[in-house]
């Protein structure tokens, strides 16, 4: 993976002998500016991994962040979320051995398990996030590259397992004291072996790994009690009414369970159910190494990894079943042209893919998307699905949850790159070439729902719907790219120990193509009409200059001085957050029906005909069509010295600044007036006077997308390294950081999804500046391994028992996240919905309320201590606005509780002869079962008027912590067979 200056001494050996040079990257870096982190196979091997996924070591290094992503949202991936130097985590380019391996959602490859396996096959990786060289593309952010194992002229090989379950699990912190853990079993296996074809010419490695895990899952949701399925509600004299069961509902009724718990008193009660959660998981990678003659090697490598999970609903009617599968080919060709020439040239497939289907857990129909038993119509492409809205939960009563299947995104990537290295005098240049085929395959049906809304228990009892809806769509679409790119890269030794690193790099994507025509947008914002054709021209003239400068202060490798800056850019290739919207115009229309009067049914028998429906065309989206390249300025500066033989200290500053990121907004609003004091509003009436009409008449609300945003990072870095010897190594870095930008909603892949607010005013991005989600304020971890010394100067039965000892720990604290209140309420009327709207800041009041007590406000008692899990925040800190207005709050002003997690393993190796050992491993994730929190009800008001004199009415559950960002702590033991 890294590319290293190694000064080795050789000796002159007899005829028969067989001379074998070996040697370490130095620690101190003297000839590049690269801001690079080495993660060897030691740490690989040895340090604990929950799910034995080899990415989260990504996190150990300076400027690295971990983010969890939305588990069950298939738009952005399973992996690891990482954001590398302030990047978001869409912005990252992932690699082995230099092909890229980036999934279809643009982000850390991994399964729908969550796991990115094959440990076992990988020998390390490094993580270079600032100043690298021009030889790498494609993205604007950091560069993870791994590089994998291969045969050798011994044989050798693997066998483990690992076992989890639910004895050696803590419970949740939000688990109930009376429940036991719910059932959960996990086991993972596998192996290697690797070995000679053709002795010294001729090599192989194969590897397999396999997940089987069984999760319990506890899931609670209300439901028509035991009255309610006999035709009875309660009435207001606290007795009880016949309604009946309408004949076209009964189906539908019979199909809800009967309650276990909680009684609400409006016809609904508690169900709590414990459903199984499965997963299955398989990997499988196969290489050969093959050395052609003394100056041409060749290697192929092929990856294969398939997954499935099942997810129950709340209310056991359907499950949705997930799907990845992730296929890597690679052949490299590596040639030594003359003593100054190298040729390396590559061809690559890199195919991804992922899909969302399911299945009822009932007998009553076999065919989902044709069952007349529940009014699901033969030809929809989705499940009929209905709410009823019931007081005793937000968000109502579901059912037919399975509205958005099928779901699946795939992409293939066809890969063919060309580097030369050549060494002249005081140069070693480099340059090469890349082409890059995109196949795009979505189908996004997510949130294209279909069917029945009720606004009581009562209405579903009588088949009285308040809305009616249906799609007509086929969602299913092909897009095309290629990429294009070179770069030439010279490292100049200016001086003994002066070395000047400069680089160019080229590269650009064709405009996005449809293959069958599906494309049209609004070209502006005053057009009546879609254009046909391509949705934006891609930039071309990219150009992303690069410099460094290295000084080895003393000239004897142990102190140098490097610092570098450079423009890096974001291609624009069909990734899933950009290029899988499926209601585009007029390829996609929605249809509705809408209740009048509820003496009037809108269709008595519920059969929803697309042919009688009236059309509410969907909004066309639109795009800016010439775009700038989103593009990163980054600068760093850094001290290295080694101070003690194998121990080094670094110390760094790096800063970057994003200009053109990618935003979606609303962009058809209303149109504003204003107030006396230059406000906006969006009232008609005096003293707004808005004219009360959207920018563009002809349409309703419009998804616009453009590169109009920005951000910055600054950073200070610190990173102290032992290498391994004596049997310890060690490793703790530390990050103080800063980010903000204008918009990281939908892109940043947001922890816990609370930053994700739209922007409010999409007229004045500025106003929605504010902390990032990348925004990580203090980031410490450390990592130790250590062989304990109990067997030095035993032999026998006493060194049998006490040899072979490891202790690994890895602990981690961080500040936390940022997140923004929510009114809850369309206060403003600007045409969005509500759902941007922020609250004003209290007069006095601090805009991160989360020190003292709360101040008591309608539905909010006064004096409840804050930074509890009842009360993180105070929400009477903030105020609704003004009718028409939004709010003076600025984006992500709260500051989230910190997390503290402490892993550890120990090791006990039983070596039986010199090639053959055994490894008991134990591993303890969450030791101190420490609950890091992470998501909170944000949501400000109940209403406008519900308080006492028609004031505002406070939620009262506004600020309550509603889960963890870590797990509760896990223990897991396995054994390794090595030979």
Not at 508 to 520: L, N, Q, S, V
Not at 765 to 771: E, K, Q, T, V
Not at 785 to 793: Q, V, W
Request: net charge neutral; aromatic share 10%.
């Amino acid at each position: 993976g890294r590319e290293a200056v190694v000064n080795l001494p050789l000796k002159v050996g007899a005829v028969a002998e067989r001379v074998e040079v070996t040697g370490e990257a130095p620690l101190v870096d003297t000839t590049s500016a690269s801001m690079e982190f080495l993660v060897d196979d030691k740490k690989i091997r040895d340090l604990p991994l929950n799910g034995r996924n080899y990415t989260q070591l990504a996190v150990l290094q300076p400027g690295v962040t971990p983010y969890k992503l939305y588990g069950d949202n298939l738009s952005v991936g399973h992996g690891q979320g990482l954001s590398i130097a302030g990047a978001r985590v869409d912005q990252n380019s992932f690699l082995m051995d230099g092909q890229d391996i980036t999934d279809y959602a643009g982000r850390t490859p991994g399964s729908v398990t969550g796991s990115n396996l094959g440990v076992d096959a990988i020998r390390e990786f490094s993580v270079l996030s600032g100043s690298y060289s021009a030889e790498y593309g494609l993205v604007s952010g950091g560069v993870m590259n791994v590089v994998t194992n291969s045969g050798t002229n011994q044989l050798h090989g693997s066998g483990f397992e690992f076992l989890r379950n639910n004895r050696l699990d803590a419970k949740n912190f939000f688990d109930p004291a009376r429940d036991p853990i719910p059932p959960f079993k996990r086991n993972q296996f596998g192996g290697t072996v690797s070995g000679p074809i053709i002795t010294d010419r001729m090599f192989f490695l194969g590897a397999f790994e396999g997940l089987r895990e069984r999760l319990g899952l506890t899931k609670s949701s209300p439901v028509p009690n035991a009255r309610a399925h006999a035709g009875f509600l309660p009435d207001a004299a606290g007795g009880e009414v016949f309604i009946g069961i309408s004949p076209l509902m009964r189906n539908r009724m019979d199909i809800y369970p009967l309650p276990n718990g909680q009684d609400f008193g409006d016809g609904t009660a508690l169900l709590t159910s414990n459903p199984n959660s499965p997963s299955r998981d398989d990997y499988v990678m196969g290489r050969i190494d093959y050395q052609l003659n003394n100056n041409n090697s060749l290697f192929g490598r092929y990856t294969f990894d398939h997954a499935t999970t099942e997810l129950p609903e709340d209310i056991p009617f359907f499950i949705y079943t997930k799907r990845s599968r992730y296929q890597y080919a690679l052949i490299s060709l590596t040639s030594i042209v003359n003593s100054a020439t190298v040729n390396e040239a590559r061809i690559g497939f890199n195919r991804s893919i992922a899909s969302l289907g399911g299945r009822s857990n009932f007998s009553l129909c076999a065919d989902l998307n044709n069952c007349p038993q529940l009014g699901i119509v033969k030809g929809l492409p989705l499940v009929t699905a209905w709410t009823i809205r019931s007081p005793s939960i937000t968000g109502g009563m579901g059912g037919g949850h399975l509205s958005e299947v099928p779901r699946r995104f795939a992409m293939q990537t066809f890969e063919f790159a060309d580097n030369i290295s050549y060494t002249r005098g005081s140069h070693t240049l480099k340059t090469g070439a890349v082409y890059r085929r995109y196949y795009a395959n979505p189908r996004n049906n997510f949130g294209l729902s279909s069917g029945l809304v009720f606004n009581t228990l009562r209405e579903f009892m009588q088949g009285n719907p308040i809305t009616i809806s249906g799609q007509d769509i086929d969602s299913q679409y092909s897009w095309q790219e290629s990429l294009f790119g070179w770069f030439v890269q010279d490292t100049i030794r200016l001086r003994q120990r002066l070395t000047l690193n400069v680089g160019l790099r080229h590269e650009f994507a064709t405009d996005p193509y449809e293959k069958h025509g599906r494309m049209a947008a609004l070209r502006n914002l005053n057009d009546t009409n879609v254009t046909p054709g391509t949705i934006f021209h891609s930039p071309k003239a990219n150009f992303s200059p690069r410099v460094g400068l290295a000084w080895d202060v003393f000239g004897d490798g142990r102190t140098s001085v490097r610092m570098g800056g450079g423009i890096y850019q974001e291609q624009m290739i069909p990734t899933t957050p950009r290029f899988t919207f499926s209601k585009i115009f007029p390829f996609h229309k929605q249809y509705a029906l809408i209740r009048t009067s509820e003496a009037a049914p809108i269709l008595p028998d519920l059969v929803l005909d697309l042919n009688a429906l009236p059309s509410t065309a969907n909004a066309p989206s639109i795009w800016e069509f010439e775009p700038n390249i989103p593009s990163k300025y980054q600068w760093n500066f850094e001290v290295q010295r080694e101070f003690v033989a194998g121990t080094t200290l670094s110390a760094a500053y790096m800063g970057s600044r994003y200009l053109h990121n990618e935003v979606r907004k609303s962009v058809n609003n209303f149109v504003p007036g204003r107030l006396p004091d230059g406000r906006k509003c969006f009232l008609t009436a005096a003293p707004c006077n808005a004219p009360g009409r959207r920018k563009n008449p002809v349409f309703g609300s419009l998804n616009g997308q453009n590169w109009e945003g920005d951000s910055y990072y600054q950073s200070l870095q610190f990173n102290l390294i032992r290498r391994f010897s004596r049997g310890l190594q060690y490793q703790a870095s530390y990050t103080w950081a800063r980010s903000i930008d204008t918009q990281t909603a939908n892109f940043a892949g947001v922890p816990q999804g609370l930053n994700d607010l739209p922007v409010q005013d999409p007229d004045n991005m500025r106003g929605d500046r504010g902390l990032s989600a990348m925004d990580i304020r203090h980031n410490l971890t450390a990592n130790v391994t250590y062989d304990l010394p109990f067997a030095n100067g035993l032999s026998g039965a006493g060194k049998m028992i006490l040899a072979g000892w490891q202790v690994n720990v890895m602990p981690s604290l961080r500040t936390g996240f940022a997140f923004t209140a929510a009114t809850a309420i369309d206060r403003s009327g600007d045409g969005q919905g509500g759902g941007a709207d922020r609250p004003d800041l209290g007069a006095g009041m601090s805009n991160n309320p989360v020190s003292g007590t709360t101040t008591g406000c309608p539905g909010v008692p006064a004096g409840q201590k804050l930074q509890t899990v009842e009360r993180y925040f105070d929400p009477c800190a903030f105020t609704l606005p003004a009718q028409g207005t939004y709010g003076n709050l600025g984006a992500n002003s709260i500051i989230g509780p910190g997390s503290v997690n402490f892993d550890m393993a120990v090791h006990k190796t039983f070596n039986f002869t010199e090639r053959l050992n055994l490894q008991f491993r134990g591993e303890f994730f969450n030791l101190f079962n420490t609950a890091s929190f992470g998501d909170f009800a944000r949501s400000i008001f109940r209403s406008a008027t519900g308080g006492p004199g028609g004031t505002p009415l406070y939620n009262g559950s506004a600020g309550r912590i509603l889960g963890t960002i870590t797990t509760s702590r896990q223990i897991q033991f396995g054994l390794k067979l090595s030979f």
